[in-house]
Antibody
């Protein structure tokens, strides 16, 4: 049974760095074909794919966030991480992590999401 | 970036009737491996999105056969036959063929 749960600071100030953790079970990010993606959703708005990290360490970022995104993983502790630098109010959103696999590339299991507010 | 245009923006359907949502892509979504990575998700009120359909027409585990995905190239459709109360929410199409991956803007399904 695949489960994922996001955690983060809740609120942070503009220009700071947002650090999010995705803790998961039911799969390993060291297993061939497994991946974790990050998606965000401003309140009342649509979904935006941010980044993906794969079992082999390959990462893919959405260029709309330029170089502000970093994704990483800790295979031993079944965690994936997202860092967003230089945040501003436009980064206020609910952030989700989701499991994906190479065979389908679908986001087949999602976490409950964590709300992040950027405010001074 | 690939733009996915969903229509209609909102849909009001009587229980038991059929609903149909269109997703049109600005580029063909057929990948070089022959697969088309077009997916459909439903976000019920207050919940995370959930996968319904992957690779255009494959239902994810546990998804009722009332949900039918079809299409090819740039035109895709999700049909929901015999709409039930638990089907209400926002439906999103999503493409994973081209970087960056992109979502459609969503279609809100309401029950009359």
């Amino acid at each position: 049974q695949v489960t994922l749960k996001e955690s983060g600071p809740g609120i942070l100030q503009p220009s700071h760095t947002l650090s999010l953790t995705c803790s998961f079970s039911g799969f390993s990010l060291s297993t061939y074909g497994m991946g974790v993606s990050w998606i965000r959703q401003p309140s009342g708005k649509g979904l935006e794919w941010l980044a993906s990290i794969w079992w082999n360490g390959n990462t893919y970022n959405n260029p709309s966030l330029k170089s502000r995104l970093t994704v990483s993983k800790d295979t031993s502790n079944n965690q994936a991480f997202l860092k967003v630098t230089s945040v501003d109010t436009a980064d206020t959103a609910t952030y989700y992590c989701a499991h994906t696999r190479l065979t389908t590339v679908a986001l087949d299991y999602w976490g409950q999401g964590v709300m992040v507010t950027v405010s001074s | 970036d690939v733009v996915l245009t969903q229509t209609p923006v909102s849909l009001s359907v009587t229980l038991g009737d059929q609903a149909s949502i269109s997703c049109r892509s600005s580029q063909s979504l057929e990948y070089s491996d022959g697969y088309t990575y077009l997916e459909w998700y439903l976000q019920k009120p207050g919940q995370s999105p959930q996968l319904l359909i992957y690779e255009v027409s494959n239902r994810f585990s546990g998804v009722p056969d009332r949900f039918i995905g079809s299409g090819s190239g740039t035109d895709f459709t999700l049909k929901i036959s015999r709409v039930e109360p638990e089907d209400l929410g926002v439906y999103y199409c999503f493409q994973a063929t081209h970087d960056p991956l992109t979502f459609g803007s969503g279609t809100k399904l309401e029950i009359k």
